[in-house]
Structures are given as C-alpha cells and as structure tokens.
C-alpha cells in the first residue's frame, strides 16, 4: 500500500478544514487557530465543569462518527463520565450500570521517573513487559505498590500470590505504572482498550460497543473492526470509556467531527503543543472544534514547538504510515485491515518496551 508523505493531507473532505490541517503541519499555528476562528469553530467557555458539560452536549448532538480529545487523563476521564451520563439521559445508553476498576495510566511519569523509589505512590499497579531474573518477576506480571524506600531507592510491591519482593526499580526494565480507577459501563457505551491483549488478540486503543454485560461482569462488546468479544473486567483491567481520548491515543483514528478541549491553564504545558494542535485538528474529515477557556491565550499554549525532539519525529514518522486510514473508523474495516495490522503491530512493540501512549 502507498504510504502517504506528510505532505498531502488526505483526510479532510471539508476544504476549509484541510487548509487549517495543512497550516499545522507547516507549524502555522496562529494562522490556522485565526482560521477556525472565522469559521466559528472555537468556542470559549470559561468554567471547566461548564467546558466539560458543554463537550458531552455538543457530542451527544450527534454521536456517531464523533471522537473527542483532550491531552490529559484527567480531563479524558471528566468528559467520558460528562457523555455518558448526558447519553443516559437521552437513553441511548442503558440505565443500568456495571462498576468495575481500571488501570489508568500515570501520565506524570517520564521512563526516567521510572527508575526512582521516590516517584512512585503506595498503591499504584505495575506492569512488567519484561522479565527479571535478579528480581523473579516474570514477563505480563503484575505487581502492587507498597512501601517506597526513597533514600535507599528500593520499592517493595506485592505479587499475585500475596508474597512481597523488593527491588531497585532501576534494575527493572519495562514497567508500566497505573492507579485504579473506578468506571460505570452501560449497553450502548463506546468503550476502549488501553492496552493489547494477545489472548483476545486485540490492540492497543482499539474500541467498540458494549452490546450486552451479564450478571458475572462479563461485557460483550462488538468490535469497530465487526469482531464480536468477551471481557472480563476483573482479568483485563485495560479498559476505559471510549467517548474522548488523548492525543497520543488519536493517533490512526479518524471520525467526521472532532471536539478539542484544550485547558490553556493546564498544569502539564507540555502536553499543550504544536503536534497535538496538528494531531487532534487532523482527526475530523468534515469538522473540527475546539473547547477552550481562553481563546486569547489558545494560539500561544498550542504553539509551543516540539519539532525538534526526537519523540515528535519518531510519532511524525509512524503518523504518515496511518494517514492512509481515512474514513470514518467504524466503516474502515475491510478497506485498510492492512494498515490496520502495520500501526496494531506497531503499538504492540511500543507497549512491549514500556512506554505509555
């Protein structure tokens, strides 16, 4: 299949939110943010919880083929729990909900956190991708946080048996770092994987609809891709509302119309920048808005370049390779199942070294 340079921007059918794509791919943030502007695509609410309520409202408008992003986990969460009670509302999801606990990713850590006792918290769940002999931990185990030993740079976590180990995480290699978290699942929710699972061999950020839950807590869900699968939530905690996600986990997806909420006053800055402005925009084939609290301040907080850094080239590259998936996610199946495989693979590989998308 043809890789598609970064150049030629494919997805937009909607011409005057192609050339706003095509402005962010050239680092023209503020002529595309003026752009949007004159279309009426930027909208300013002030308040965050009004902010969140006006995300699910708008979303609930018109559901299908519409993906929310927000850079941060916490905001992801506040919107997916705003839709969902706003469609429960309107009953296009059931009333009747299922709890169950999450594994959320820590969003704070950078891979070199990773190596220091004093950045973890008593409590938190980790995953090994790798195996250690020095340790005994063993490969897909995991693992809860609970005692750090700061000065001496050890933590002490407890396994699935219930026996204890303690190690210096930087002769750990491979480790993913979750709180868990609470979500209400009803009939009718989109829901997302937030890792692979091999057993049922789906991929990282793959998403469908809950079709049926059953007394025991196992969810059925009917896959984007046609497939029909069966979840348990207390096996394979991997799980999360699939309404809004992050921009990193945008990345392939495509819908008709994508709502951006973008906090300028949000305390990690880094994830405010010109690749997630290009990444989330790039998204909507037929709309794109943005949901701001200060649209003043909106070209300046999305502005910031990360061109340079070697993570934005390595996510540019992969990123061309999935610009040829350009119809809406929920019709896509059989026409790119090739592409499909290529970018799963890919995040298969990224999970397996560890690193959180």
Known sequence: MKTVKL???????????????????????GEAIAGMERQGRIHEVPGHGDRIAA?????????????????????????????????QAKGVVGREEHRAQVLVTRQDL????????????????????????????????????????????????????????????????????????????????????????????????????????GQDGRMSLKMDGGRQVEIDSLKYPHLDHGYAVTSHSSQGQTADRVLIHVDTELGAKDLLNNRMAYVAVSRGALDAQIFTNDREELGAALGHDVSHSSAHVQEMKLEQKLEQAVTPQREIAPQVAAAQHEEKAAYEKVYDMGIEM
């Open 7 to 29: 150049e030629e921007i494919v997805r937009q059918r909607d011409p005057d939110l192609k050339q706003t794509v095509e402005q962010l791919a050239r680092g023209q943030v």
């Open 55 to 87: 995300i699910a409202k708008e979303y609930a408008k018109s559901p299908d083929n519409t993906l929310v992003v927000s850079p941060d986990n916490r905001s992801r969460a506040e919107i997916n729990q705003a839709i969902h009670a706003e469609l």
């Open 110 to 213: 950078t891979g070199a956190d990773r190596a220091w006792a004093a950045r973890y918290n008593p409590g938190d769940v980790l995953r090994y991708s790798r195996g250690s002999k020095e340790t005994g931990i063993g490969k897909g185990e995991y693992a809860r946080v609970v005692r750090v030993d700061a000065d001496s740079n050890r933590l002490t976590v407890e396994r699935k048996d219930g026996t204890e180990q303690s190690y210096d995480p930087r002769r750990q290699q491979g480790v993913s770092v979750y709180r868990e978290q609470e979500r209400a699942f009803s009939v009718g929710d989109r829901v997302q994987l937030t890792a692979p699972s091999r057993d049922l061999k789906l991929a990282n950020r793959e998403q469908g609809t809950v079709e049926g839950i």
